[in-house]
Structure formats: structure tokens, C-alpha cells
């Protein structure tokens, strides 16, 4: 399995980025996104299934980040709005063959397959 993860650069704080997750050849019954900024554990930022009956958002990004599938590329779309310097992190996205429910959605453990990551910078 091969998940691309991309769409990370630099940005100002209060503007915007958008992080693409593309699974090779199919699609995965839930997409997760996770970040890991330096000398920190990774920590969850949102899980969707891919039928988008279940998403599932961290309070520290609710109202500032979406998630959206690219149905053509197989594809999970984080976007991010209003960034912030604390949001500075490297983002991984992961998948799962299976259809987590809510709560296991911001489990490590939980997921199958992981990208290489994708660096994303805020500066203030």
C-alpha cells in the first residue's frame, strides 16, 4: 500500500493550507490525519470514513479544519484555515481497510497503513 501524502510548506499565521492523502489504486474504509510537532507525542487531528457517514475532528482544530474525499484519486482532502504556530507539525495520514467506529477513530493502533508525512510550518 502506498499512501502520498503532500500539500505541507510554509504559511503565515492565519492563512491556509491544504494536505492531500492519496491511497494507491482503491480506496480505505477510513482516512485519518495525525500531526507530531518536535520533542511531542503524535496526536490526532481527524478521521473520516470514506463513505462519510462518520468524521470525527480534535477540538484543537473543530472550526478551523475540513476533511473531504477526491473521489477520482482515492483521495482524502485536509484543509486547514486559520493556522495557527501551535499547528506547525509534520502531518501523517493513515488508513484502515475497515470502517472504524467514532471512537477509535483517534487511535493509533487503529490504522493499517501510514504516509511518510508531510512537514507543515506556522509562522507568527
Known amino acids: 500500500v502506498q499512501l502520498q501524502a503532500s500539500g505541507g510548506g510554509l504559511v503565515q499565521a492565519g492563512g491556509s493550507l491544504r494536505l492531500s492523502c492519496a491511497a494507491s489504486g482503491r480506496s480505505y474504509g477510513t482516512y485519518g490525519w495525525f500531526r507530531q510537532a518536535p520533542g511531542k507525542e503524535r496526536e490526532f487531528v481527524v478521521g473520516?470514513?470514506?463513505?462519510?457517514?462518520?468524521?470525527r475532528i480534535a477540538d484543537s482544530v473543530k472550526g478551523r479544519f475540513t476533511i473531504s474525499r477526491d473521489k477520482a484519486n482515492n483521495a482524502v482532502i485536509l484543509q486547514m484555515n486559520s493556522l495557527k504556530p501551535e499547528d506547525t507539525a509534520v502531518y501523517y495520514c493513515a488508513v484502515d481497510s475497515r470502517n472504524l467506529i467514532w471512537s477509535s477513530m483517534a487511535d493509533n493502533d487503529a490504522y493499517d497503513y501510514w504516509g511518510q508525512g508531510t512537514l507543515v510550518t506556522v509562522s507568527s
Open positions: 473520516t470514513r470514506w463513505s462519510g457517514s462518520t468524521t
